[in-house]
């Protein structure tokens, strides 16, 4: 499994803030051009989300980056919607995006912008491009345009309309605008090189036309401008001094270099990429995750199982956890894949901190202790939480009849199973001491009951003669267990790499069958009206976090992560 860069110790500063914390390669430009005295040493950045999707990890990574950047320069950074593509985006996007981001924990303050806020704006540049004769309207068809393009091994060829002058592309242009067109008719370029090397640099299209209401604009416009002229265009309307983005669009530096050159060519924005998140068992990319709500792979964007923002808070994650992931995987300018367990065992730690343990039972055996007196209801101690002495304690109530998990009991245990077996003696978590005399069967020979006895003098779960049993077990009881949905995450992919396309002939073949199992567990009472998003450590099970489908007497719970850390046994195993 491919390692993180940059691990670094626990730490809980926010995301990328820490100036003393190992500096990455955007934050080391920074300080230079500071040192030069570029911009006064102001710092502006942005997070420019298209809005066709929720945000995911991958995105969490950029936002922490900008706006971490931004703290630590005393600088700002804006949001803003790059939304120029009026078919795909929407306003539930817009709302979503800006929610995860205040619950992540960062604040855009005043600067909330819109791309589409500068449509006058970059039309009235493509008028100055044109006027230059450095823009040309071409009728060529979409396809033929693609024809022309030429190789990476051949150069493109000029299209016949390449040449027309300055006063009829205007009026092109302005019919365009105007409408009098249909969609593909003809768009802007840029008249730059057909025989560049970087292709991007042959003539790229600027403008299209679009008959297409837009989520802001309406039916104001029917051109809309291509990312690569827009994007570069706001980041120097906005005062952008650094503009971060990731590595797939290294070859578009020379055409944002190129467009600000044009049109802006002093106290200009400049471009820096890093590698974008991969992380194994799922996808990080809008275009495949809104194929699995859209089909119904996953419950909704939300789904517990998704590698979204709200997929994750929904399925326990703190906002604190998410940025300490950010912070330890780094930002590197070479592609590479973080391992799953990385982010679950940030998790695990953040959590065993702060939520409360818990006790409930997955699958639950029933338990009768015969010498303990029918009717009688004794409430036991239990801490909140042992690592936190000051979260205190709390009362369950103790009866004659338990549940306690299927998995505690084995009647013919194998030599290392110290569980509970007949004639054995066990611990019951704040309770006694018990000894199985009995295991009830069905027709079938499966164990539905067992007898046990109690040690009244063990009460609170130590012998006073001193002597010792081997495991300590999990229950509740049973006239006061409260029935929970409880719903178990697995990977959403069965493999490590499911965005390879090669492996599969889809890339959803490799959805894991097996990611969600729906139990109906048996909860201590103090459950019974949860809040929704509360969470807790389920004694010796992991942590879970209330769902939004419970109702007040009627709990579900999502297991955020169970409480085994490969993350740790493999950086134990690194260091012997
Ligand atoms: P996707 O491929 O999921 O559609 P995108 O890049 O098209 O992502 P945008 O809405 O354009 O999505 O992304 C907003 C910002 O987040 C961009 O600056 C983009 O580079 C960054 N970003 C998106 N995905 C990742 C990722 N996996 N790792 C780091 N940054 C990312
Ligand atoms: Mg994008």
Known sequence: MKQPENTRPDQNAEAGTDPTGPPNFIRTIIEEDRAAGKNDGR?????????????????????????????????????????????????????????????????????????????????????????????????????????????????????????????????????????????????????????????????????????????????????????????????????????????????????????LDQVWPTGRPYQYEFARLNLTYTVLSKRKLIQLVTEGQVAGWDDPRMPTIQGLRRRGYTPEAIRDFCDRIGVARRDSTVDMALLEHGIRQDLNKRAPRVMAVLAPLKMVIDNYPEGQVEELACQNNPENPSAGSRMVPFSRELYIEQDDFMEDPPKKFFRLAPGREVRLRYAYFVTCTEAIKDDTGRVIELRCTYDPATRGGDAPDGRKVKATLHWVSSPHAVPAEIRLYDHLFSVENPGDEKAVADWKDNLNPDSLTTVTGQAEPSLVNVLPGSRFQFERLGYFCADPDGAPGRPVFNRTVTLRDTWAKVQKAKKK
Not at 108 to 114: A, S
Not at 211 to 234: K, N, Q, V
Request: aromatic content about 12%.
């Open 43 to 259: 710092v502006a950045t942005r997070f420019p989300p298209e809005p066709n999707g929720y945000l995911h990890l991958g995105h969490a990574k950029s936002i922490c980056l900008n706006f971490g950047l931004a703290r630590v320069f005393n600088g700002t950074c804006n949001l803003r919607f790059d939304d120029t593509n009026p078919a795909k985006e929407e306003t539930e996007y817009v709302e979503s995006i800006q929610e995860d981001l205040r619950w992540l924990g960062f604040d855009w303050e005043d600067r909330l912008y819109y791309a589409s806020d500068y449509f006058q704006r970059l039309h009235d540049f493509a008028v100055q491009l044109i006027t230059d004769g450095n823009a040309y309207v071409d009728s060529l068809s979409a396809e033929e345009i693609r024809a022309y393009r030429g190789t990476l091994t051949e150069p493109g060829r000029e299209s016949p309309f390449r040449n027309r002058s300055v006063a009829e592309n205007l009026d092109l242009f302005a019919r365009m605008r105007a409408g009098e067109f249909a969609d593909g008719e003809h768009v802007l370029r840029a008249k730059i090189d057909m025989a560049a090397p970087n292709i991007i640099m042959r003539d790229p299209t600027l403008y299209r036309i679009r008959h297409a209401e837009h989520h802001r604009t309406g039916s104001h416009w029917c051109i809309y401008p291509m990312y690569d002229f827009t994007h570069c265009l706001s980041d120097a309307i906005e005062g952008i001094t650094h503009s971060v983005c990731t590595l797939e669009f290294e070859n578009n530096r020379e055409l944002y270099d190129w467009v």
